[in-house]
Structure formats: structure tokens, C-alpha cells
């Protein structure tokens, strides 16, 4: 099975390849392919009217004009994280017209039928919808990539991800769209086919990363062992990466940090959470690993040698005297270059693991105080770092 993975221009390359490797992370034979180059276009003919979005509009999906339900008042008296100014206007899209550029990129690579073609886009919906399959193909959807942390406080690749995940396998757990539609949970029941026009309730079926017995069995036949196995295992490598980024698993023994042979950080006891870092930042924090007794950012000067090497090491971006120009800057303690990149680390552990346990692991130390990452190095297992 393959899945392609399309976005616009609005998405941002970042969260584009994460959820990529979000997804890639579970090896077996369903396939990702990400194209982060072919960008799907949005013209002013392609918007409807720009919407009004009150607080409560805006927290609800639309229902489907031909199927008939209520939806009952959301019990849940959990936080919801605000970031949004109400009465809210923005563009918006009709459905027709997304799955419209998934059917154009499907012909125009000779993608087949049975392939998925899933486009992530910043542009809203005229449904209010975090995601949906195309009723007359349903190998085509899209999913809304903004929004997320109004209801959610973690990493939108996350729930991006899961998104993926839910699509493929509405996708096969219905002998087609009517059933699909009639067949979800209007009422929330932590299962994947959970509808959340309460648009809140996601966040139940985001922490249960399960399938319910009544929709397994619905998958029976449609999907191989194989295929079911690691769908589920991508679910739920994404069940724990949101609860610990939400601090919802703070109480638990430290993990190990491991440098691979590519010079990527991973904390495997979480999940196998990776911590991304940008080349510079990578390279002070590998520096500081490699001195448990601190050092002060004013010394880092005396440093550069080990620095360079240590950067060198990770990035090929530049020529030589480009690459220790960099270097010298983050050295230069009149720069505040050093100091903004440790922030970021920070806020790159804090980001993926909560303020707790990541204090465990970045770069600490107050103003003119030496700096240091204060876990105990006998207790993890630190790969070759140079």
C-alpha cells in the first residue's frame, strides 16, 4: 500500500518532513512518499467568500446535509488552549475543490487508483473539518494542518500524523462512503472512527490511539495482518509522543539519550521521541555533552576548534570559512548567539518530552553561572559523538 503525501505552499517544510518521518518511523508494507517540492496552488477562484467564525462556530465541524444525527453537549471540562481572536475571518475552501487538487496530481504523476493521495493544507474548509476522504474517490483526502493547538498542546505533527492513519484505514473499513459516514461515533468513544464535530473531543481518541472491537472487526479481510500490525504501532508511537509533550507522563524513570550514526538525538524509553535541532544548535549541545563539568558561555571562544569539528561533523552547508564564521559568531559571547541557540534546545526538549523531563536533559545555567546538562552520563547510553 502507498500513501503520498502532497502539501501547498503554506505548510511549512518542517512539520511537512516530520510528519513524514512520523509516519516512516514504523517500518512494513504500508509505504510513505512525501513530495515536498510539486507545491499545490491556491488561486482566488479556489476560495469561497471569506468566512465569520464566532468561538462556538469554530469549534464545531458542519454536519453532512444527508446524514441525520445530534450531537450532544462535549463533557469535557479539560483546558483548551487558546490562541485565537473571535468573531475569526479567514479563506476557506469547498471540499470539491481539495480533493480536486489531490485528483490533478493523482492524473498528472499516473498515480493509481488504489494509492493513497492525501494533501495537508493551511486553507480551512467550508465543513470545519480536521479531515475527510473523497466520497467519489476515496483514495484522495485532505487534512486541515492549522487549528491544532486550539484543541490540543502538543507537536501539530503529532495529530497530523494520526490523521494519516485514520484516513487509510476509514478508507478500508467500509464497503464505501454512505457506510463510512453512518457508521462513525457521533458520541466519542476513544476509537479511531470517532466523528468530533465537537472538535474538542479529539482529544480523547488522540490519547486512546485505539480501535474499538465493533471497527476491528469492520478491517477483517480488507487489510492484511501485516498492514493492520503497523498501523497500529504508528498509532501508538503517537499516543505516547503526545502524552509526554503534554506532560501527561511526567512520573516516569528517565530515558536513555542516543546519538546515532547520523548524529540524530533520540530518547528511545519515550516513544523513540527524536529531538530535532538545526545544525548550530546540534553542534553546542553535542559540545556540552561531551563536558559534563560546564562550561560559561564566555569560554566558548577558547572552544572554537572543538566546536568547528563538532559542526563540520553535521553540516555541509557553506564553504569552510563560511562554516567557521558561523562558528566564531556563536562564540562571540557579544552576539547572544550562543544564548538564543540554548533557548532552542530547550524549547526543543520542552516541546517533546514537557517541562519536567526535559529539564533532565538541555543546556542549564543562569546568567554568567557555567552551563551544563545535568544528566547523569552512567545512566545513558551516549553513542559515538564526533
Same mark, same amino acid.
Given at each position: 500500500m502507498?500513501?503520498?503525501?502532497? =502539501?501547498?505552499?503554506?505548510?511549512?517544510?518542517?512539520?511537512?518532513? @516530520?510528519?513524514?518521518?512520523?509516519? %516512516?518511523a514504523?517500518?512494513?508494507p504500508i509505504?510513505?512518499?512525501?513530495?515536498n517540492v510539486?507545491?499545490v496552488?491556491?488561486s482566488?477562484?479556489?476560495?469561497?467568500?471569506?468566512i465569520?467564525?464566532?468561538q462556538?462556530?469554530? @469549534?464545531?465541524?458542519?454536519?453532512?446535509?444527508n446524514?441525520?444525527y445530534?450531537?450532544s @453537549?462535549?463533557?469535557?471540562?479539560? #483546558?483548551?488552549?487558546?490562541k485565537?481572536?473571535?468573531p475569526?475571518t479567514? =479563506?476557506a475552501?469547498?471540499w470539491?475543490?481539495l480533493?480536486?487538487?489531490?485528483?490533478?496530481y493523482?492524473l498528472?504523476?499516473?498515480i493509481?487508483d488504489d494509492?493513497?493521495v492525501?494533501?495537508l493544507?493551511e486553507i480551512s474548509?467550508?465543513?470545519?473539518?480536521?479531515a475527510?476522504?473523497?466520497e467519489k474517490m476515496?483514495?484522495?483526502?485532505?487534512?486541515?494542518?492549522?487549528?491544532?493547538n486550539?484543541?490540543?498542546k502538543?507537536n501539530?505533527a503529532?495529530?497530523?500524523?494520526?490523521?494519516?492513519?485514520?484516513?487509510?484505514?476509514q478508507k478500508?473499513?467500509?464497503n464505501?462512503?454512505?457506510?463510512?459516514r453512518?457508521s462513525v461515533?457521533?458520541?466519542?468513544i476513544?476509537?479511531?472512527?470517532d466523528?468530533?464535530?465537537?472538535?474538542?473531543?479529539? =482529544?480523547?481518541k488522540l490519547?486512546t490511539?485505539?480501535?474499538?472491537?465493533d471497527?476491528?472487526?469492520?478491517?477483517k479481510?480488507?487489510?492484511?495482518?501485516a498492514?493492520?500490525? !503497523?498501523?497500529?504501532n504508528i498509532?501508538?508511537?503517537?499516543?505516547?509522543?503526545?502524552l509526554?509533550?503534554?506532560?501527561?507522563k !511526567?512520573?516516569v524513570?528517565?530515558s536513555?539519550?542516543v546519538?546515532?550514526e547520523?548524529k540524530?538525538i533520540?530518547?528511545?524509553?519515550f516513544?523513540?521521541?527524536?529531538? #530535532?535541532?538545526?545544525?548550530?544548535? #546540534?553542534?553546542?549541545?553535542?559540545?556540552?555533552?561531551?563536558h559534563?563539568?560546564?562550561?560559561?558561555?564566555s569560554f566558548l571562544?577558547?572552544k572554537?576548534?572543538e566546536?568547528?569539528?563538532?559542526?563540520t561533523s553535521l553540516s555541509?552547508?557553506?564553504?569552510?570559512q563560511e562554516?567557521?564564521n558561523?562558528?566564531d559568531?556563536?562564540?562571540?559571547?557579544?552576539?547572544n548567539s550562543?544564548a538564543? =541557540?540554548?533557548s532552542?534546545?530547550?524549547?526543543?526538549?520542552?516541546k517533546?518530552i514537557?517541562e519536567?523531563?526535559?529539564?533532565n536533559y538541555y543546556i !542549564?545555567?543562569?546568567?554568567?553561572?557555567g552551563?551544563?546538562i %545535568?544528566?547523569d552520563?552512567?545512566n545513558?547510553?551516549?553513542?559515538?559523538?564526533?
Open positions: 502507498k500513501i503520498h503525501l502532497i =502539501k501547498d505552499g503554506d505548510v511549512s517544510i518542517e512539520t511537512f518532513t @516530520e510528519v513524514f518521518d512520523l509516519l %516512516s514504523i517500518t512494513g509505504k510513505f512518499f512525501c513530495d510539486n507545491l496552488d491556491f482566488e477562484d479556489d476560495y469561497i467568500e471569506n465569520i467564525l464566532n462556538d462556530k469554530f @469549534e464545531k465541524g458542519i454536519k453532512n446535509n446524514i441525520s445530534s450531537i @453537549e462535549s463533557s469535557s471540562s479539560e #483546558k483548551v488552549y487558546r485565537f481572536t473571535f475569526l479567514r =479563506k475552501s469547498k470539491v475543490t480533493f480536486a487538487k489531490c485528483n490533478n493523482r498528472g504523476r499516473g493509481n494509492e493513497f492525501i494533501l493544507t474548509n467550508d465543513k470545519n473539518w480536521f475527510s476522504l473523497d476515496p483514495t484522495n483526502g485532505f487534512i486541515h494542518t492549522s487549528d491544532w486550539h484543541f490540543i502538543c501539530d503529532f495529530p497530523i500524523a494520526y490523521e494519516v492513519i485514520a484516513l487509510l484505514l478500508h473499513m467500509f464505501d462512503y454512505d457506510e463510512l453512518t461515533h457521533i458520541d466519542p476513544g476509537c479511531v472512527n466523528l468530533c464535530l465537537e472538535k474538542k473531543d479529539i =482529544k480523547l490519547r490511539g485505539d480501535i474499538c472491537a471497527c476491528m472487526n469492520k478491517l479481510g480488507k487489510l492484511s495482518f498492514e493492520i500490525h !503497523q498501523a497500529l498509532m501508538e508511537s503517537l499516543r505516547v509522543k503526545m509526554f509533550s503534554q506532560n501527561f !511526567q512520573n524513570p528517565l536513555k539519550l546519538i546515532d547520523r540524530r533520540f530518547l528511545p524509553d516513544g523513540n521521541i527524536e529531538i #530535532k535541532l538545526r545544525p548550530l544548535e #546540534k553542534t553546542l549541545y553535542l559540545f556540552y555533552l561531551n559534563p563539568e560546564g562550561i560559561g558561555l571562544r577558547g572554537r576548534e566546536l568547528y569539528e563538532i559542526y555541509s552547508i557553506g564553504n569552510l562554516m567557521k558561523r562558528i559568531d556563536m562564540a562571540n559571547i557579544t552576539s550562543a538564543e =541557540k540554548i532552542k534546545i530547550k524549547a526543543a526538549f520542552v517533546a514537557g519536567d523531563l526535559a529539564k !542549564q545555567g543562569g546568567n554568567g553561572e552551563k551544563k %545535568s544528566l552520563r552512567s545513558f547510553i551516549i553513542s559515538q559523538i564526533v
